[in-house]
């Protein structure tokens, strides 16, 4: 720990609910180290409560779908000119960008044109879809910090700065759980089968992911009773999941912001394709991942795309390991034949069971935000020190 300029300035920017909690730890961990340091930026309550003071917060900068985002188009330039302007001001010593690449790789752009130390922290998943951007982000940041093993070498390949950090997810989820308390707790007793629903953190995927889980569910439940539980995001309304869930006659539990809980007391999950699927993988909870999008955002998406999956699970282990039902496919009857296959086959949800196991020996070990932190400071004491 050193004693920073007073004056020193950092922006940091996250756009999404998974990118405030990782930014919030590592906030947290920089002030720590730097007690003089001023953050601004882009996030949610995670950052603001570590101390970074925000001019937007991440519920704003929600959009799912390449329509949608059209449709918010003066928005996202009026907040990008407005950074471009700051930066050009030379507000900034350095730029700390958390994954939502779109929008964060303009701002990275802008920094590098004016100079300014870009760190990026959890990259977006190139290896997997968009490789070509690889060289706009080489240019454009000058530290990366990843958080899959192989994303080290992947970067490095590409002629980057890249580092593996472990996890940042890893800090955020408790390793070890009481399932039957936790079960306890949300009032599930022995012999039930709890069925989580994670339908996602932003309203748009909510809007289309919501519905179709539910008539699963429904079909589900004819066939093997089930108690329905479903975590709700901190950017979502409480109330809207519930009267969702009543209108089609699906008696839930809504749990705000506890969904590790959820994933780790449940026997099973109907999960949207993205962050939570791994965290899903780490509880170990059997799944299935469900997404639908714009037919538009869905075939440019296909098009740009290097893996046979979408499902992190099975991007990490390079196989099926959990179905995956997307776009047309994603229709309530195969997600609840394919459930209740699962369910009722003893083995296959064991072999599931283990295969998540492995995912989560892969991601190395808790402290990731300590460990960014300390590299971090590391790039900024030569900055300040003037070496």
């Known amino acids: 720990m050193f004693d920073a300029p007073v004056t020193g300035k950092i922006l940091m920017i996250a756009g999404e609910e998974s990118g405030d909690v990782y930014g919030g730890r590592l906030a947290r961990n920089l002030l720590k180290r730097a007690p003089g340091v001023k953050i601004e930026g882009i996030g949610g309550p995670r950052m603001r409560e570590a101390g970074v003071q925000t001019y937007h917060d991440i519920s704003e900068m929600a959009a799912v779908g390449f329509l949608t985002v059209i449709s918010r188009i003066g928005f996202f330039r009026d907040t990008l000119n407005f950074l471009k302007r ?122 289309k992911m919501l519905p179709i889980m539910l008539e699963a569910v429904k079909i589900i439940d004819k066939i093997k009773p089930v108690r329905v539980i479903m975590p709700c995001a901190e950017s979502i309304d409480e109330t809207f999941l519930k009267t969702t869930a009543e209108s089609y006659g699906v008696d839930t539990i809504v749990v705000k912001g506890d969904a590790w809980d959820v994933m780790t007391a449940s026997d099973f ?29 869905y075939l440019i998406a296909k098009t740009l795309s290097h893996t046979k999956w979408a499902g992190l699970p099975n991007i990490l282990a390079g196989k099926e390991i959990v179905p995956e039902f997307l776009q047309n496919e994603a229709t309530p009857q195969n997600i609840a034949d394919t459930t209740l296959k699962i369910l009722g086959d003893p083995q ?29 400071m590391g790039y900024l004491r030569k900055m300040w020190s003037g070496n």
């Open 86 to 207: 700051k930066i050009a001001e030379g507000e900034y010593d350095a730029v700390i960008l958390i994954d939502f690449p779109d929008f964060n790789i303009r701002v990275a752009k802008a920094a590098s044109k004016q100079g300014v130390f870009v760190f990026y922290y959890v990259l977006p998943q190139l290896w997997a879809w968009r490789t070509y951007r690889v060289k706009a982000f080489k240019k454009a940041v000058d530290a990366m910090f990843v958080v899959f093993p192989f994303e080290e070498k992947f970067y490095i390949s590409h002629g980057a700065n890249a580092k593996f950090s472990g996890h940042p997810i890893l800090d955020e989820l408790e390793e070890t759980k009481d399932r039957k308390a936790l079960r306890g707790k949300f009032g599930i007793d022995d012999g039930q089968t709890l069925l989580g629903v994670l339908p996602g953190s932003r309203m748009g995927e909510v809007n």
């Open 269 to 297: 999950l109907i999960c949207k394709s993205g962050t939570s699927t791994l965290q899903a993988a780490i509880a170990q909870t059997p799944m299935v991942i469900v997404y639908k999008a714009d037919m538009l955002s």
């Open 348 to 376: 296959k949800y064991e072999k599931v069971k283990n295969d998540l196991a492995e995912i989560r020996a892969s991601l190395g070990n808790r402290g990731a935000g300590e460990r960014v932190a300390d590299m971090m």
